[in-house]
């Protein structure tokens, strides 16, 4: 389901599809929009193919491979107890194409086993080769138990863009914040060890150089 595509109400609208398909004026009955407003979401969907028009009256329906991925997204969410929820893009590359497959269901397998998240859809863009290396993404969605499980997540798993889908806001304690600091700390000290030892002192300088730049 492409729901990075959709706008607030074109969610809403798919919520009310899921049943039962519904006429246009029902629809604005039921979430008190313009009519025109109405009509340029319903275009959007259309053209992003998660909706079709069905009978006359026209009535608009859910496509049905888009609702079972919205119930089995709702049935997850029902027993999610974690408030934090999450897109995040993780790139891959490797020298060749089935090592880097491998790493993907690895990575995947990963995320999947955690029991620090809650995954809604991982989804796998195709692989593509870019000069010698091949490369790929995946776009996960899922929900974090809390802000130390974020901060192991965004260190182990690397992602390359991150977005914080709900809640709006959030509170941490001072417990909370100083465990993710914590391990925050530690892991940043280990990879500077580990660039320390890597790299030659000119090297080293040239490497703060462009960090603190």
Excluded at 49 to 72: C, Q, S
Excluded at 184 to 208: G, H, P, R
């Amino acid at each position: 389901m492409p729901q990075n595509k959709f706008s607030p109400d074109q969610k809403k609208i798919a919520l009310l599809l899921m049943h039962n398909p519904k006429t246009a004026e029902e629809l604005v009955k039921q979430l008190s929009i313009p009519y025109n407003k109405l009509m340029e979401e319903l275009k959007g969907m259309l053209k992003l193919k998660v909706v079709e028009r069905d009978g006359f009256p026209t009535k608009y329906r859910l496509k049905e491979n888009i609702a079972v991925e919205v119930k089995r997204r709702q049935k997850i969410a029902e027993a999610d107890q974690f408030k934090l929820r999450i897109k995040a893009f993780i790139e891959m590359q490797a020298i060749e194409e089935n090592m880097l497959k491998k790493q993907l269901g690895k990575l995947e397998k990963a995320l999947q086993e955690d029991a620090s998240f809650t995954i809604y859809s991982i989804e796998k863009a195709p692989v593509e080769k870019n000069g010698e290396y091949y490369s790929t993404f995946i776009e996960a969605n899922f929900s974090v138990k809390d802000f130390v499980s974020m901060v192991r997540f965004m260190f182990f798993y690397g992602p390359s863009a991150v977005e914080v889908i709900k809640p709006e806001r959030i509170e941490l304690t001072a417990q909370d914040l100083q465990d993710g600091l914590l391990d925050m700390a530690d892991m940043v000290q280990k990879y500077a060890n580990f660039i320390a030892k890597k790299l030659n002192s000119e090297e080293l300088e040239q490497f703060y150089q462009k960090l603190f730049k």
